[in-house]
Nanobody, 120 residues
């Protein structure tokens, strides 16, 4: 079983920064893509950023130039550095990852989410 645990959320003023982290633990053989999503109550979960093996990254247009996704493969961790935050970035942020476990099974897991609130 693999678990993802997010941390780093909180309350920040507009223009400020936060750094989210997501650590994976369990019977991991390999981690493929690692992503961040966010969700506002009453709205669909929105993709934010992806980190692929080899270092390639992709971002939603709404965060491009302000957010940076990075990963530490040795620690099975993915981070989301969020700068120049806006009130519209307020959401619960979730990480997910595509895993291959030690038995060779492939699956996707989600973290429990961390709240980010940006005040105007």
């Amino acid at each position: 079983q693999v678990q993802l645990v997010e941390s780093g959320g909180g309350l920040v003023q507009a223009g400020g920064s936060l750094r989210l982290s997501c650590a994976a633990s369990g019977s991991i053989f390999r981690i493929n893509g690692m992503c961040w999503y966010r969700q506002v109550p009453g709205k669909q979960r929105e993709w934010v950023a992806t980190s692929l093996p080899g270092g390639r990254t992709n971002y939603a247009d709404s965060v491009k130039g302000r957010f940076t996704i990075s990963r530490d493969n040795a620690k099975n961790t993915v981070h989301l550095q969020m700068n120049s935050l806006k009130p519209e970035d307020t959401a619960v942020y979730y990480c997910n990852a595509d895993f291959v476990d030690v038995s060779g099974a492939a699956f996707r897991s989600w973290g429990q989410g961390t709240q980010v609130t940006v005040s105007s």
